[in-house]
DNA sequence: AATAACTGTAATCACATTGGCGACGGTATG
DNA sequence: CATACCGTCGCCAATGTGATTACAGTTATT
């Protein structure tokens, strides 16, 4: 692996859309702990990678007693894209930000990479976008409640 | 950053450019040491990223004294797509292989990431492949030979 | 009020990957 | 034969990821 497995957005989207699918038929917050049952990581870890979406607006969390996660947006307007964003926005898809060369072949090279860079940012985000939350339960044929979050 | 720093690929870049650049105008091979100074990385460095780049027929390299290395195709018909399969063919984009989940919804929910995986990769491939080191080399304002390599 | 069940966050650990560095052998030139 | 390269190995430091533990804060339940 050139690229350490970067588990986080498999988990986000994992989590939303068993959040979307079997929180909301059920009614309730769902625990860290079953989460992290479910998508096979810590408990921990799933927190971690629920703060960022919580800021977003795309899942609300209710500490103490009988307390969890919900979802906190409808589902159909949750494009995977905006999970991208929050997750992985920054990151460069290519991996470059090779050492500045010295001469000026690389100054020139390292301009057009970027160039090159951003439009392939904007090709990923683009195919991402095709796909939502609730595309993702009907896909997976879950049963799910579909409608804004309670 | 969450994706480490793969500089591979931007130095794999770098140093076609140079040898379609500088090599081909001056008619002759160039060492390790040259190519990992204009691109400010380590000798050893270079050697290993150019490696599969000769496997793949991109260069040549002569050993012995005078030595070194040259570009192994027309720099037209090098598109940065044939450089990033031979470094990155491999990974995938969006660095999901998340654990495999034990749930059913885990189940359905990675394949249909994978599906996207598929899709992304597919169309970052399709936007580096419009442009070839030898539009680098003319958007960088270096002037160079073009043709077929000696 | 006391307890139990959660979130939220920090600290630490193991593990993998990257890239720098040194060493040594092979090979072509002069 | 001496020199100048490539080619590859092994070791090292730095970095990022995720597991684990621990602890503080908050809320429902009794």
Redesign the interface.
Known sequence: ???????????A??VL??LA??GRNEQRSIGSEELA?????NPVHVRRVLGPLRTAGLVHSKPGAKGGWEIGADPREIG?DRVWAV??G??????????????A??A???E??QG?ER??SA??V???AR?SIAD?VT????EAAVGPPR
């Open positions: 692996m050139a690229t350490p497995t970067n588990t986080q957005f498999a988990v989207v994992h859309v068993y699918s079997v049952g479910s998508t096979a990581v995977l997750l992985q920054d990151d460069p898809v290519l991996g470059l930000h090779g050492p500045s060369p010295r001469c072949v690389g020139g090279v390292q057009i990479l090159v439009e392939v090709a990923v683009d195919r991402l796909r993702l896909e997976a044929h879950l």
